[in-house]
């Protein structure tokens, strides 16, 4: 299996520099093709993500609130929009962050998947 945990708590205003900085990190290292998403069970969704070509997925942020993830998904799509737009990148999300089907319960967390150049 090929999910790192790397798990920041707390408000995503206060974790959003860190993400962004991670986010770098990864496109430095040769990370092309990245997605933002929001899980309650990183292993199924990995699972269901990997026969797409994705090489990694990174689970980054841990929270029992739906409302706080969508805000820290929706800021790191941001994030990635930004560098896709200075070529840095190519980000796959389709929509808004948030759009996606609202589990029944958490602990609810924001993932990056990467694929290499």
Not at 22 to 33: E, F, N, T
Request: charged share 25%.
């Amino acid at each position: 299996m090929s999910i790192e945990y790397s798990l920041y708590t707390g408000h995503p205003r206060a974790v959003s520099a860190a993400m962004n900085r991670q986010i770098g990190a990864l496109v430095r290292h040769g990370s092309y093709h990245l997605k933002v998403g929001i899980t309650n069970w990183p292993e199924r969704r990995w699972r269901e993500h990997r026969p797409y070509g994705w090489d990694r997925m990174y689970v980054v942020y841990r929270s029992s609130s739906w409302k706080k993830v969508c805000a820290l998904e929706q800021m790191t799509e941001q994030k990635l929009r930004n560098l896709h737009l200075r070529m840095e990148c190519e980000c796959w999300n389709e929509r808004a962050g948030g759009a996606g089907r609202i589990p029944e319960n958490g602990p609810f967390f924001v993932y990056i998947l990467t694929e290499s150049r």
